[in-house]
Every structure is written in C-alpha cells, then in structure tokens.
T-cell receptor, first 114, second 111 residues
Framework: DAGVTQSPTHLIKTRGQQVTLRCSPK?????VSWYQQALGQGPQFIFQYYEEEERQRGNFPDRFSGHQFPNYSSELNVNALLLGDSALYLCASSPGHAVSYEQYFGPGTRLTVT | SQQGEEDPQALSIQEGENATMNCSYKTSINNLQWYRQNSGRGLVHLILIRSNEREKHSGRLRVTLDTSKKSSSLLITASRAADTASYFC???????????FGKGTKLTVNP
C-alpha cells in the first residue's frame, strides 16, 4: 500500500515565477492538507481540501491556492514567488476532515526560490 | 493564536537513557498529537491522546496529558541512536480543523 507521495522532490525557481506541487494521498484517504515548513520551524498549516473544496485555510496570502481532484489527489500552486517562500512543503492525508484523525505525511517538496 | 510549544528546544542524551519532551498549549483542546521528523523529511505520527485521557503508551513511548495545566509530555524510554529526530506536538486550533504545530524538540541520541 503506497503512502502519501509528493512530486517533485526538489525544485528551484526564480522570484516572480509560479510553481505547482503535487500530492497523492494514502489509499482510502479523502482529505489532503498542505503545510509549509521553514528551516528550523514546525509545519505551518496552509489549507485543507475535502470533497474537492477548500475547507480550512491558514494565514497564507491568496498567492497560495490549491485544488483537489476526484481521485483525491491535490495540487498546491504558488504565484509570484518570493524568497520567503523557500521551504519544505508537506502534504498530509487523512481518512476524514476531522482534526481528530492522525495525519499521514509525504516526504515533502523542497522549494528554493532564488 | 493557539500553538503547541515544545520544551526543551534541543536535547542530547546517551543511548539507553530516557528522553522527556514537554508541550504547552493555550486553549482547550479535544486531542493532542505527537509527531517525529527525521532530518527534514516527512513527519510520522506517533501518538494521539484525547482530552479525556491522562496517559497513553505505545511501545517505548509514553505520553501524558494534563488539561488543567494545558501541557503534555512525551517520554521515550531506553533511547536508541535511531530515535535521533525532531519531535513536534500538534493541537487543533480552537473551533477549527486546523492542526497547529510547535517548533519542535531536536533530540540527539549519542551511541
């Protein structure tokens, strides 16, 4: 049983560009959450998708957007990249949208903005 | 905003010793979760403890929760070099389904 997968593993972009990160949830999971983790910090909640809709959102600007597909996979899009967007982006899936479910994390995508 | 805050920020011990990490939070919660992260990779869920539970065990892990003090502790007994990692507590942000993580405790277990 494949766990949560993310692509790409690493990415280097230039300021002002746009980036799309992808996530496939663990089999049987219908909820996907995205987190941003800066170096030396804990993960920061970006948003959560359930039933193809954004259900919860953290304190991130509209430059961060997402999408969930009918097969529950998800994309995170970041427009007009800033140097401060450099971070590890983590996708987590769960078998429901309630916060009482444990999150299964993917290995992350390391984004570097130059 | 509500946040789990781990203490200490860093901990270095010898193999075989016990490691204790603490987490404090600010408002009422219905559960608290602990996660481990190895060297900048994805997080692994360790234990979820509900607000009506005081203690929970999983293998060499023991988690306690004191809702009156708004604190939790994670004890790793008989530590191994493979336990070297960062450990995070996570709590739901009040009234929402958002999980809020602390900055973590970086544990180093020396062989």
């Amino acid at each position: 049983d494949a766990g949560v997968t993310q692509s790409p593993t690493h990415l280097i972009k230039t300021r002002g560009q746009q980036v799309t990160l992808r996530c496939s949830p663990k089999s049987g999971h219908d909820t996907v959450s995205w987190y941003q983790q800066a170096l030396g910090q804990g993960p920061q909640f970006i948003f959560q998708y359930y039933e193809e809709e954004e259900r919860q959102r953290g304190n991130f600007p509209d430059r961060f957007s997402g999408h969930q597909f009918p097969n529950y996979s998800s994309e995170l899009n970041v427009n007009a990249l800033l140097l401060g967007d450099s971070a590890l982006y983590l996708c987590a899936s769960s078998p429901g949208h309630a916060v009482s479910y444990e999150q299964y994390f993917g290995p992350g995508t390391r984004l570097t903005v130059t | 905003s509500q946040q789990g805050e781990e203490d200490p920020q860093a901990l270095s011990i010898q193999e075989g010793e016990n490691a204790t990490m603490n987490c404090s939070y600010k408002t009422s919660i219905n559960n608290l979760q602990w996660y481990r992260q190895n060297s900048g990779r994805g997080l692994v869920h360790l234990i979820l403890i509900r607000s009506n539970e005081r203690e929970k065990h999983s293998g060499r892990l023991r988690v306690t929760l004191d809702t009156s003090k708004k604190s939790s502790s994670l004890l790793i007994t008989a530590s191994r070099a493979a336990d070297t990692a960062s450990y995070f507590c996570a709590v739901p942000q009040g009234g929402s389904e958002k999980l809020v993580f602390g900055k973590g405790t970086k544990l180093t277990v020396n062989p």
